[in-house]
């Protein structure tokens, strides 16, 4: 199991981007899917989650602003980011915290705490 996420660059302040994380695998199911990011210097953050069933939550600097969203059929993820600011400038990494997939065997198996490579967001004009 993967996580592949895209849509990362640069960006004026103000202008938006949408950031995609496909995860791939023999998955069944992907429990909490989640956004984070990292600027230079700082810890990395939680931006953004999504449960299976669509529940949403977000960190303050970014309500209103990012919209997360999923397709559970194709074990995608979303950040829609409007309004972008140059604080928002990170590499942007997405998680899954729990994933049911088949192994090699056939057999079901739960993994946890998956992560993909990150993609990198610039805020500049």
């Known amino acids: 199991v993967q996580l592949q996420a895209s849509g990362g660059g640069l960006v004026q302040p103000g202008g938006s981007l949408r950031l995609s994380c496909a995860a791939s695998g023999t998955i069944q199911s992907i429990n909490v899917m989640n956004w984070y990011r990292q600027a230079p210097g700082k810890q990395r953050e939680l931006v953004a989650g999504?449960?299976?069933?669509?529940?949403?939550t977000y960190a303050d600097p970014v309500k209103g602003r990012f919209t997360i969203s999923r397709d559970n059929a194709k074990n995608t993820v979303y950040l829609q980011m409007n309004s972008l600011k140059p604080e928002d400038t990170a590499v942007y990494y997405c998680?899954?915290?729990?994933?049911?997939?088949?192994?090699?065997?056939?057999?079901?198996?739960?993994?946890?705490?998956?992560w993909g490579k990150g993609t990198l967001v610039t805020v500049s004009s």
């Open positions: 998680n899954a915290d729990s994933i049911t997939y088949l192994n090699g065997d056939g057999y079901l198996r739960n993994g946890v705490d998956y």
């Open positions: 999504i449960t299976r069933g669509g529940s949403t």
